[in-house]
């Protein structure tokens, strides 16, 4: 016996995913249902060998469906999720809206799986913020070895976290600088993308951060451990696809980089490649279409007692959004609904 599974949002970038991995990972579906905006009803997308039409999620009725995979904007899941959670279908989802609130889990399965048991104070289970995933991964089985005390971590995430208009923005700007008198001006983002890096995600906060840097201070805390102190530097670069991170570690207890290299290879959902020659480390293309988050460049920080450095890449689509939010489910069904 199977789950009835409803995937909201499945004609953009994240739901998409969200269809082709549930299908790649056998997840046992006995009945989905794509659902879109009335402007998309219709829309035929991909799950496995089988097409499905979108849905409309206005009038939508998630009465004895399982679980409802969201992939929205904060404003249609602040409307649509507590209507799904109240028929008994458990949301999992992947906008900012209930990432903070006390009652609902924020999960990586990797690092806090427990967690999972608290989705029944609302029926909702937050996804995390696409740079926090893919490096709490990573944080985890560091810091219950050595104890993390602090961590400074600057982004270098894809234009596809900005969804499909980043993604046309960057191939538009590109093509334009090669056609006199079709150059691409700014859109989505602040300034040119192509050829060019924007120290800017979200919005400004009154502290000078911006709203992303702050999302991986908050949720690293509620995630892995309130007493780590986290200070991020979030930027846009002109990559399609793949989130990289460049993490300064400063532990409480010593930890050489041979350990944390070993530790880092037996634990769940890494890969390891470091090898100190050209070629020897991995980069977003390299990443792109994979499950795993990539560790590279392990080092010691001579400047401080107790520090790492590390490199860390992931598939900002899958790890950073549609594979977690999966693998939410796959946590849920195991201990909790039982099906399959």
Same mark, same amino acid.
């Given at each position: /016996?199977?789950? %009835?599974?409803?995937?909201?949002?499945?004609?953009?970038?994240?739901?998409?995913?969200?269809?082709? @991995?549930?299908?790649?990972?056998?997840?046992?579906?006995?009945?989905?249902?794509?659902?879109?905006?009335?402007?998309?009803?219709?829309?035929?997308?991909?799950?496995?060998?089988?097409?499905?039409?979108?849905?409309?999620?206005?009038?939508?009725?998630?009465?004895?469906?399982? @679980?409802?995979?969201?992939?929205?904007?904060?404003?249609?899941? #602040?409307?649509?999720?507590? %209507?799904?959670?109240?028929?008994?279908?458990?949301?999992?989802?992947?906008?900012?809206?209930?990432?903070?609130?006390?009652?609902?889990?924020?999960?990586?399965?990797?690092?806090?799986?427990?967690?999972? /048991?608290?989705?029944?104070?609302?029926?909702? @289970?937050?996804?995390?913020?696409?740079?926090?995933?893919?490096?709490?991964?990573?944080?985890?089985?560091?810091?219950?070895?050595?104890?993390?005390?602090?961590?400074?971590?600057?982004?270098?995430?894809?234009?596809?976290?900005?969804?499909?208009?980043?993604?046309?923005?960057?191939?538009?700007?590109? #093509?334009? /600088?090669?056609?006199?008198?079709?150059?691409?001006?700014?859109?989505?983002?602040?300034?040119?993308?192509?050829?060019?890096?924007?120290?800017?995600?979200?919005?400004?906060?009154?502290?000078?951060?911006?709203?992303?840097?702050?999302? /991986?201070?908050?949720?690293?805390?509620?995630?892995?451990?309130?007493?780590?102190?986290?200070?991020?530097?979030?930027?846009?670069?002109?990559?399609?696809?793949?989130?990289?991170?460049?993490?300064?570690?400063?532990?409480?207890?010593?930890?050489?980089?041979?350990?944390?290299?070993?530790?880092?290879?037996?634990?769940?959902?890494?890969?390891?490649?470091?090898?100190?020659?050209?070629?020897?480390?991995?980069?977003?293309?390299?990443?792109?279409?994979?499950?795993?988050?990539?560790?590279?460049?392990?080092?010691?920080?001579?400047?401080?007692?107790?520090?790492?450095?590390?490199?860390?890449?992931?598939?900002?689509?899958?790890?950073?959004?549609?594979?977690?939010?999966?693998?939410?489910?796959?946590?849920?069904?195991? %201990?909790?609904?039982? #099906?399959?």
């Amino acid at each position: /016996m199977g789950y %009835r599974i409803v995937v909201v949002g499945a004609t953009g970038n994240v739901g998409r995913e969200m269809l082709n @991995i549930l299908a790649e990972r056998q997840f046992p579906v006995d009945e989905i249902a794509a659902l879109a905006s009335r402007k998309s009803l219709g829309t035929e997308v991909s799950f496995g060998e089988r097409t499905l039409k979108t849905q409309d999620l206005d009038t939508f009725d998630f009465t004895g469906w399982d @679980i409802a995979l969201f992939a929205v904007g904060s404003e249609a899941t #602040k409307t649509y999720a507590p %209507r799904a959670a109240a028929t008994g279908c458990v949301v999992i989802d992947n906008s900012s809206l209930y990432r903070y609130d006390p009652d609902v889990p924020l999960i990586v399965p990797e690092v806090n799986p427990d967690a999972v /048991m608290g989705y029944d104070k609302k029926n909702i @289970i937050a996804n995390p913020n696409c740079s926090t995933a893919q490096m709490v991964v990573a944080l985890k089985p560091l810091h219950d070895r050595a104890r993390i005390k602090r961590v400074v971590v600057s982004t270098y995430q894809s234009v596809s976290g900005a969804g499909k208009e980043g993604m046309d923005e960057l191939w538009n700007q590109t #093509k334009g /600088m090669y056609v006199p008198g079709q150059e691409v001006e700014p859109s989505k983002f602040t300034k040119q993308i192509a050829f060019n890096v924007i120290p800017h995600i979200d919005v400004f906060m009154d502290s000078g951060e911006t709203k992303e840097e702050w999302k /991986m201070v908050a949720e690293t805390k509620k995630i892995v451990d309130p007493k780590i102190k986290l200070t991020a530097t979030c930027v846009r670069v002109p990559v399609f696809v793949g989130h990289s991170e460049a993490i300064n570690i400063e532990f409480e207890d010593p930890l050489d980089e041979d350990e944390a290299r070993d530790i880092l290879r037996e634990s769940p959902g890494i890969l390891v490649v470091d090898k100190r020659e050209d070629g020897g480390y991995t980069t977003p293309v390299e990443c792109v279409g994979d499950y795993a988050t990539y560790i590279s460049r392990i080092r010691q920080d001579s400047t401080i007692d107790n520090g790492l450095n590390l490199w860390c890449v992931s598939d900002n689509l899958r790890k950073g959004a549609a594979l977690n939010a999966v693998q939410i489910a796959e946590l849920l069904g195991r %201990r909790v609904l039982k #099906k399959g």
